[in-house]
């Protein structure tokens, strides 16, 4: 009988943004929604906030996102043309560096050194890229791709309080928009959960949790600034 393993550390890269992006969508808009509710403004007001705040926020996401894995991978292509060059004016010391990580794994020296060996005699860039410096075809740095996910993510989540917001009479539409987004949130949490192996539960509970306490504290804030103007 064939034994297949699922493993899921290639989806680290989109689906960090992916949901990262889905979750601010909803908590970013939604809050954005009940605070200018419960600051007594019209719908016309309340949809105008929350198109910006969804156009903003995608846009921001994506810049975002784009940035940060772009430093990510410029640090990794920096590392790698070091161990490159590395290679080049010292082999012999390349293969004993080699050979030493893997004697610290566990393997005995004979056989360390035979698999540093054949590795570099294989790929050396490679075997050093993967073993001395950590990076890994599956986990390497996609600046692009982590900013589509993430701008398309946040627009479909911004998306979902911003239609509640269009068709809830105003004297429902926070509370419907608040316990909507909470339950888009948990449906989120759980999914992403599954999606990268971990307990559903816990998924879902951790990014409510924090989605209702935006919410809770972006409503405070509407309320008082209400009552002043």
Known sequence: MSHHEIHRSHRVGWLRAAVLGANDGIVSTASLIIGVAAANATQESILLAGVAGLVAGAMSMAAGEYVSVSSQSDTENADITLEKRSLENDFEFEKDELAQIYQNRGLDPDLARTVAEQLMAHDALGAHTRDEIGISENAGAQPVQAAFFSAGTFT???????LLARVVP???????????SLLFLASLGALAARAG??????????VTFWGGLAMALTAGVGRVFGVVA
């Open 156 to 162: 479909i989540g911004a998306a979902l309080p911003l």
């Open 170 to 180: 105003g004297s429902q539409l926070i509370a419907v928009v608040a316990g909507s």
């Open 197 to 206: 192996g971990a307990t559903i539960l816990i998924g879902a509970i951790r």
